[in-house]
């Protein structure tokens, strides 16, 4: 079972089995009428129903969608920062994706994580197990990762309170008038396109507080900023910035791919993560430091 994340609230169920666990729409449509799909504990008896954020959702897989998605690959590099009987947290690389999904069967953070603990395989959504949030696959930083299913309900239940920490640190594009400040706009689908996000009255309520760390001018306006969210809708600090008036630097899809700084990824890092330890109740932090691709435009700036 596994609870619809914020990227797919509204979306079709049969949509969201695609998304979730890489299946074809024929697949998914055959899992519904054959009542291996269910929501809050009910059976879904039309692939064009709706789903919303939080739903808890119950599928019967196909032995051959479990054991792909289940294939332990040593191969794949996981940056582990910590890791204790509870929890392990990681230090994501900008372009590993999270977890199996639609055009990405293999080579996951999941993949490598199920390398080093395969008892990860028993935890929350067989599809993506452990996981309770997730990077794009172009933003580096620290995730949190349960290791049992209490971890991950307890994780789960603090994430739904608001009250793990998440602070990012991003190069945008820009001058700011003020030091601080915070961007306070519902974030939704865009009209059009289901891939991006923009802020719109029909979106989920979104706030991210911001912080100027440094202000460049030369030899362009640039700055890099903290960004702390105090919810966590999709592309959110991408999207929020781009609404001031201020893109991440290098992400082409909300405006921040310009000249003369250029960027493979937009340069996102999550910088801090805090929360309660789901075995001993005390309170948990850690930090890693700018990456180097951020780190080497922020060399050409003064």
């Given at each position: 079972?596994?609870l619809?994340?914020?990227?797919?609230?509204?979306?079709?169920?049969?949509?969201?089995?695609?998304?979730?666990?890489?299946?074809?729409?024929?697949?998914?449509?055959?899992?519904?009428?054959?009542?291996?799909?269910?929501?809050?504990?009910?059976?879904?008896?039309?692939?064009?129903?709706?789903?919303?954020?939080?739903?808890?959702?119950?599928?019967?897989?196909?032995?051959?969608?479990?054991?792909?998605?289940?294939?332990?690959?040593?191969?794949?590099?996981?940056?582990?920062?910590?890791?204790?009987?509870?929890?392990?947290?990681?230090?994501?690389?900008?372009?590993?994706?999270?977890?199996p999904?639609?055009?990405?069967?293999?080579g996951?953070?999941?993949?490598?994580?199920?390398?080093?603990?395969p008892?990860?395989?028993?935890?929350?959504?067989?599809?993506?197990?452990?996981?309770?949030?997730?990077?794009?696959?172009?933003?580096?930083?620290?995730?949190?990762?349960?290791?049992?299913?209490?971890?991950?309900e307890?994780?789960?239940?603090?994430?739904?309170?608001?009250?793990?920490?998440?602070?990012y640190?991003?190069?945008?594009?820009?001058?700011?008038?003020?030091?601080?400040?915070?961007?306070?706009a519902?974030?939704?689908?865009?009209?059009?396109?289901?891939?991006?996000?923009?802020?719109s009255?029909?979106?989920?309520?979104?706030?991210?507080?911001?912080?100027?760390?440094?202000?460049?001018?030369?030899?362009?306006?640039?700055a890099?900023?903290?960004?702390?969210?105090?919810?966590?809708?999709?592309?959110?600090?991408?999207?929020?910035?781009?609404?001031?008036?201020?893109?991440?630097?290098?992400?082409?899809?909300?405006?921040?791919?310009?000249?003369?700084l250029?960027?493979?990824?937009?340069?996102?890092?999550?910088?801090?993560?805090?929360?309660?330890?789901?075995?001993?109740?005390?309170?948990?932090?850690?930090?890693?430091?700018?990456?180097?691709?951020?780190?080497?435009?922020?060399?050409?700036?003064?």
């Amino acid at each position: 079972m596994t609870l619809i994340p914020a990227a797919l609230d509204g979306e079709r169920v049969d949509r969201a089995l695609c998304t979730l666990f890489g299946l074809a729409r024929s697949q998914a449509a055959s899992m519904v009428t054959s009542g291996a799909v269910r929501v809050a504990g009910r059976p879904v008896s039309t692939r064009s129903r709706r789903v919303a954020e939080g739903d808890l959702l119950e599928v019967d897989l196909p032995a051959a969608v479990v054991e792909s998605a289940l294939a332990a690959d040593p191969g794949v590099a996981v940056p582990v920062v910590h890791a204790d009987e509870s929890v392990i947290v990681v230090d994501k690389p900008a372009g590993l994706v999270v977890h199996p999904g639609a055009g990405r069967p293999d080579g996951t953070l999941v993949h490598g994580l199920l390398a080093l603990f395969p008892d990860l395989a028993a935890v929350g959504d067989p599809g993506r197990p452990g996981i309770v949030q997730r990077l794009d696959v172009g933003t580096s930083g620290l995730m949190v990762v349960a290791r049992t299913p209490a971890a991950y309900e307890s994780l789960v239940a603090q994430l739904a309170a608001r009250s793990v920490d998440r602070c990012y640190l991003a190069l945008v594009w820009g001058s700011f008038e003020v030091a601080a400040g915070a961007v306070d706009a519902p974030v939704g689908r865009a009209a059009g396109n289901r891939t991006s996000m923009a802020v719109s009255a029909r979106g989920r309520a979104a706030r991210t507080g911001y912080r100027v760390v440094a202000q460049h001018h030369r030899p362009v306006d640039a700055a890099l900023v903290e960004c702390r969210l105090e919810t966590g809708r999709t592309h959110q600090v991408r999207v929020h910035m781009a609404a001031i008036g201020h893109p991440v630097v290098g992400d082409a899809r909300y405006g921040g791919s310009r000249a003369p700084l250029r960027a493979r990824r937009p340069l996102l890092h999550a910088s801090q993560l805090g929360f309660d330890h789901p075995g001993t109740g005390e309170r948990s932090s850690f930090s890693s430091p700018p990456p180097a691709d951020l780190e080497e435009v922020r060399e050409l700036l003064e």
